[in-house]
Structure formats: C-alpha cells, structure tokens
C-alpha cells in the first residue's frame, strides 16, 4: 500500500498519529472533566467544547497564512508541536481554576492551527510531481488512517488512567456521580435515597459522611482526568522526536524549498477566482457535515451515558476492551489473507498461526470478564477510529478496483457520497430514540429506558464511511485545486470550515434539554441531506475545476 509513495508520507503520518492520540486522548474526556470538576450543565459544557473545537480548526487558516507569509512551512509546523506541548501540560497540572483551563484550552488550539492544516499541506505538495500525482487520493486515506490509530487508543488511554486512579484512592467509577456530588454541595435538591446507594457502592463500604464523599469523589474524579491530559503531553513529544529526526524526508513537500519555477507558477486572475470559488462552495457543505459528525464528543456521548445499556454481555465486552477488539480485529484480517486468492501458502501458514493464536489469547481474556460488564460513555469514541483503520484498506482497495475499471467517482462525488452517509447514520439513531423519554425529564441518574449499544455502534460504523468518504477526499480535493501560492492558506480554510461547523456542534446541545431525542437526530439528518443534494447540484461545476 506505501511502496509507490513518497517516504514523507510514512513520517508524516506517524507525527499525526502522536499528535492525534494526545488530542482525542483529551476530547474524549473534556465534556465529561468540565461537568465533572466544575459542575457545569451540558449546555455550558457543550458551549466550550464546540467553541474550543472551533479554535482548533479556525486557527489553522491563521496557520495556513502565517506559513504562506514567512514562507516557512516546516518551521511553521514545529512551532506547533511545541506550543501544543506547553498546552497539554498545563492542562495535566491540578489545582486551577476553570480560567487556567480555558488558557490553556487556548494554547493548545493555537499549537493546533499552526500544525494541522500546514501537515496536510506539505502531505499534497509530495503529490505534485506527475509520478505521484495519481496517487493523491490514496495518499489522503492512508495519511488518514494515521490520525485514526492514534485516535482509536485514545479514549481507552483516558478512561485507563482516570480508573487506575480512583482505584487506588479505593474508589469505584460511576459516570452520574460527579453531577450528583456536585448538587449535593451546591445545596440542589437530588435523590438522597439514590446517592447514598451509589457511593456506598463505589467505596465499597457504607458512606457516613455524604458531603465529605461529594467533595473527595469531585477531586479524586478530575484528577484522574489531569493524568490523562499528562499523557497527551507526552504523546506531543513522540511526535515531535519523529518529525525533528526524521525531518529530511519531509523537505520535498515544503513548497518555499521546492525549484523556483515550481513555487513561482502563476494562474490568470480568472483561474484563481474560479478555484476560490469552487473551494468556497465545498467549504461551506463540510460545515454541516462537521456539525453533525462531532456529535461525537457531545450529544452522542450523553446518549451513551443516559440512554444506553450500562451493562452488557461479557462477548459484546469484547469490542469495549481494546485489547480484545484488537485480537478480534487481527483474526478477521488474517481470515482475510487465508481465503484471498492472491496469497502464497507460506502467507497462508503465517495468517492462520497469527489468528488461532489471537483467537485463544482473546477466549483467555473474555474467560476473565464478569457474565455483565459496566460501559463506560467514553469508550464508544473508540469505535470511529478503529472503523477508521480497518476499513481504510478496504476504501483504499475499493477506489482502486473501481480505478482500473474506470469507474472510480470524482473526488467531488465521493464527498457527496459522504454527506448522504451522514445524514443515513442520524436516521439510524432515531428509530431507537422515538419512544425514548426526554433529556429534560429523565433526572440524574439517565433515563429508565435503556437501548441496546449496537444502535450507537451502528451509528458509528456509518458515520465512519461517511468520513473515509468526504474527509481525506476533501483535503486531497483542497491539495489538487488550491492555487499555488495559497496552498497552506487553502488547507487552513478547509479546516477553518471544520471550525465553523464545530462551533455548531452546539447546537445539538443546546437542544439537548428542549426537544425529544428523535428530534435533536432529525436536524442533523436534515442538513447533512440538504447538503448533500446542494453538492449533486453543483457536481459538474466541481469536477470541471478538478480536472
């Protein structure tokens, strides 16, 4: 899959995949941190959380400009490791106030801007010489899949550590407590009969003290979430040793270095307007489909938390435990290379050892688990990345079928594609939620009816193809049309557009206490269809600037 590509790509993509393990390390906890240490309500949460996610990827068109200004795209992006750096560390450090968070909240969307968009812009300058031209789309995919390994160990790094520290102040996890805890010492009116069952429960013991429980179960609670931005520090200085060391295979795709000629190409004044223009009206669609794919880390996540199952079957266990889901992961894949024609016997002889032996060591490890297993909201986070990875192969595999057949879609219509998924993976999501009780109705402790975890997953899993669909495609779209000049700036807009739509995230919050669920689902399913249809109106106008 990488013998053909350039060798930046392989570095670039092991910088991302450090970086994107630190960020998705803290995005799949900082809903959940802010209510639980500060006590704030998922509106207010949810308002940091799209405004942050907003900064991430706003910063990146300021990026984009400050490297097309100074001419210093490399520098640019190690700038940003080492602001994001500072950031997470700031966060790790306990004890501060909501102001302290929200600064260095700030710092890290700053270090963001600076690296993120630049990345993806030296990954499309690899692809210019014509011999790796054809292979830009898959670069995208593959560079891809990078973000998404970090991202799938992420939320299981998060909880890991969060749990690994309340066990050892000789405490159990209950996601409902700190919201609880935190009514209690603000002198609300909540279930006394219900709270003293749950912390005597995670104590182990019979709890006397309820006030004195709330206060050590806030502090105990957000601290483990400190240790867990601790980690996402030190996976900012992996991928800062990878990008310093490995820093000469990189130099190819630095547009200022590259021959003079090259970075000097002029388009006529009605050329860059059209493409400007293209990019603008692709811009504007990635909007809606931001808004609703970052559910995730919000509404998405309070689904999990109040509507599903806590509790489910040690074997469904096995794709909550990611040392399981691996194994499972890994059998499937050797099945693969068993049964596919093109492999050799000795790859077959290989494939079928490695998966016997994934498949004993997952039986061992399932033998281990409780006949009922407690999930926690954060691990549903994982199932996008790890979708992310298995399949990318697959997509990859797939665009390449359809290549030599000459009938792989457009770049535009593979982004239509993606929003029409979207919008499939909300109407998923509604047919469990139609009888489900309101968010505002149903108190503290999540709703008393509970719906099966596969309807999420599900949910995921289509949410998932849409991206490979729309968002690789998109940086690689931005790469190829963008004007010379302007490329880092283009990257940085392609992501200031994901920031505008992360600002909107909010909105599934902000409706999170005032509709039925079914209802908060259906505006997403509205405007990621809309969008979709506004990009097959304009599909010709897309593919002709394409080429």
Not at 147 to 161: D, K
Not at 193 to 217: E, R
Not at 306 to 329: A, G, H, N
Request: proline share 4%.
């Amino acid at each position: 899959m990488l013998k053909e590509h350039p060798k930046g790509l392989l570095v670039a993509f092991f910088a991302n995949m450090g970086e994107r393990f630190g960020f998705y390390t803290m995005m799949a906890i900082l809903v959940l941190f802010l209510q639980a240490k500060y006590g704030l309500s998922p509106k207010d949460a949810g308002t940091i959380y799209s405004t942050f996610y907003f900064a991430i990827y706003g910063l990146a068109l300021v990026g984009g400009i400050l490297a097309d200004a100074t001419r210093r795209l490399m520098t640019t992006i190690l700038a940003g490791l080492i602001i994001m750096f500072l950031g997470y560390t700031l966060m790790a450090i306990p004890g501060f106030g909501l102001t302290v968070t929200l600064i260095a909240l700030g710092i890290i969307a700053f270090g963001n801007g600076l690296f993120k968009g630049n990345l993806q812009a030296l990954v499309g300058n690899l692809y210019d010489p014509p011999q790796y031209a054809h292979l830009r789309d898959r670069a995208f995919n593959i560079f891809y899949m990078g973000i998404n390994i970090g991202a799938f160990f992420a939320p299981s790094a998060a909880t890991g550590v969060r749990n690994w520290w309340l066990k050892i102040h000789h405490l159990g996890y209950d996601a409902n407590l700190p919201q609880m805890a935190h009514d209690l010492l603000k002198g609300e009116k909540i279930d006394m009969t219900l709270f003293q069952s749950l912390a005597d429960k995670v104590a182990g013991h019979h709890v006397t003290d309820l006030t004195a429980f709330a206060q050590q179960y806030i502090d105990v609670f957000s601290h483990g979430y400190h240790l867990a931005f601790g980690v996402a520090a030190v996976s900012m200085v992996f991928s800062l040793l990878i990008y310093l060391a490995f820093s000469k295979q990189l130099k190819p795709g630095d547009f200022y270095k590259k021959d003079k000629k090259v970075s000097d190409e002029e388009l006529s004044p009605e050329e860059t307007r059209e493409r400007l223009v293209t990019l603008g009206l692709v811009f504007l669609v990635v909007i809606f489909f931001w808004m609703a794919f970052h559910q995730n880390g919000l509404t998405l996540t309070f689904f999990a938390r109040d509507y599903t199952r806590e509790f489910v079957s040690k074997w469904t266990y096995i794709l909550f435990d990611i040392r399981t889901f691996l194994l499972l992961i890994t059998a499937i894949i050797g099945i693969i290379y068993i049964v596919r024609k093109k492999s050799s016997v000795t790859t077959r002889v290989i494939w079928a050892v490695i998966t016997v032996l994934s498949i004993w060591l997952m039986l061992r490890l399932v033998n281990t688990f409780e006949p009922k297993m407690r999930i926690e909201p954060e691990k549903f986070l994982h199932f996008n990345p790890i979708f992310i990875v298995f399949l990318t192969p697959v997509v990859v595999w797939f665009f390449e079928w359809l290549a030599k057949r000459g009938k792989e879609p457009s770049t535009p219509k593979k982004i239509a594609i993606g929003m029409f998924l979207a919008s499939l993976a909300y109407v998923i999501l509604i047919i469990p939620s139609v009888n489900l009780p309101a968010p505002k109705v149903i108190g503290d402790h999540g709703s008393p009816v509970r719906v099966s975890e596969y309807w999420l997953i599900s949910t995921y899993l289509t949410l998932t193809i849409a991206e490979l669909f729309l968002s690789p495609m998109g940086i690689s779209f931005v790469s190829k049309v963008a004007p010379p000049k302007l490329k880092g700036s283009m990257q940085g807009a392609w992501l200031g557009a994901t920031a505008i739509g992360n600002l909107f995230t909010q909105v599934g919050s902000y409706f999170w206490e005032k509709l039925e669920v079914w209802q908060v689902w259906a505006i997403f399913v509205t405007v990621t269809a809309v969008s979709g249809l506004f990009i097959v109106s304009i599909l010709k106008k897309l593919e002709k600037v394409a080429g």
